[in-house]
T-cell receptor, first 118, second 111 residues
């Protein structure tokens, strides 16, 4: 298994440009999520999905869109990049959370995409 | 709401020293608790976890005990190595299943 893969590894954008960060997993995980990592702030949840066709917002969703048409793929779209979106982006996946109780499932992370917006 | 607080870093130790990284949490209900590690240039990977009170998670010589009475999940290792140099994140999942992270603690181990 390749696990969780992300492309590209590194990207430079100009303010106002759009792009899509790709994320794929081959573990048949229902739950997928996107985080951004900024110095001194840990990882913050952007969007997540509990299955194909279902997405929801996390802690910092503004400026980002997602869709989940298949179990394997969960792309993150920046429609109009801003310098505040300069960050390292991680995609993660796990088996689905159990409703009504905290999830005990381990999340598996991709290697990250480093994004610089000028 | 749910939150995780870790001790600020960086933590600098000599090889074979004892390590403690403090982590406390605020959560409703019965969260699961995790420690993730991020080696330079890589993504996060699970180090250990505990899913109920008094559980002890352990892996690669690291240990952490789920203490509900003190809402803590401190990470310990008896003898660190240079290869343990990394950023360590404490995290929890609450009732929604979302993973909430602390800010991370950088560990640097010198030979």
């Amino acid at each position: 298994n390749a696990g969780v893969t992300q492309t590209p590894k590194f990207q430079v954008l100009k303010t106002g440009q759009s792009m899509t960060l790709q994320c794929a997993q081959d573990m048949n995980h229902e739950y997928m999520s996107w985080y951004r990592q900024d110095p001194g702030m840990g990882l913050r949840l952007i969007h997540y999905s509990v299955g194909a066709g279902i997405t929801d917002q996390g802690e910092v969703p503004n400026g980002y869109n997602v869709s989940r048409s298949t179990t394997e793929d969960f792309p993150l779209r920046l429609l109009s990049a801003a310098p505040s979106q300069t960050s390292v982006y991680f995609c993660a996946s796990s088996y689905a959370t159990r409703s009504g109780r905290a999830s005990q499932e381990t999340q598996y992370f991709g290697p990250g995409t480093r994004l610089l917006v000028l | 709401g749910n939150s995780v607080t870790q001790m600020e870093g960086p933590v600098t130790l000599s090889e074979e020293a004892f390590l403690t990284i403090n982590c406390t949490y605020t959560a409703t209900g019965y969260p699961s608790l995790f420690w993730y590690v991020q080696y330079p240039g890589e993504g996060l990977q699970l180090l250990l976890k505990a899913t109920k009170a008094d559980d002890k998670g352990s892996n690669k010589g690291f240990e952490a005990t789920y203490r509900k009475e003190t809402t803590s999940f401190h990470l310990e290792k008896g003898s660190v190595q240079v290869s343990d140099s990394a950023v360590y994140f404490c995290a929890l999942t609450g009732n929604t299943g979302k993973l909430i992270f602390g800010q991370g603690t950088t560990l640097q181990v010198k030979p």
